[in-house]
Nanobody, 122 residues
Framework: QVQLVESGGGLVQAGGSLRLSCAAS????????MGWFRQAPGKDREFVVA????????YYADSVKGRFTISRDDAKNTVYLQMNSLQPEDTAVYYC???????????????WGLGTQVTVPS
């Protein structure tokens, strides 16, 4: 199994940046695709970005393309989400997740962290 713990969230002004980290543990971490999702109050959890276990393939939601970047360091068992040009609509709890194959579908992710809050005041 895989255990995931997010960190790096906080409050940042519009136009600012944050870097989220997802620390993973488990015997098969480098076999999983990884993704970031976010959920605002009263809304469904939505796809943000995903990366394959070999880092060859990445997928970005249109709303974050050009602003967010996903990367992974398998030697450190860590996945990162660099978020630039943050806007109020980015405010949400951000979740790290692991899937057997790279996908944008939330229900196909098997393991989830507990999330980290990102707040961008309007």
């Amino acid at each position: 199994q895989v255990q995931l713990v997010e960190s790096g969230g906080g409050l940042v002004q519009a136009g600012g940046s944050l870097r989220l980290s997802c620390a993973a543990s488990g015997r098969t971490f480098n076999s999983y695709a990884m993704g970031w999702f976010r959920q605002a109050p009263g809304k469904d959890r939505e796809f943000v970005v995903a990366i394959s276990w070999g880092s060859a393939d990445t997928y970005y939601a249109d709303s974050v393309k050009g602003r967010f970047t996903i990367s992974r360091d398998d030697a450190k068992n860590t996945v990162y989400l660099q978020m630039n040009s943050l806007q109020p609509e980015d405010t949400a709890v951000y979740y790290c997740a692991a899937a057997l194959r790279v996908t944008t579908v939330v229900t196909e992710y098997r393991y989830w962290g507990l999330g980290t809050q990102v707040t961008v005041p309007s």
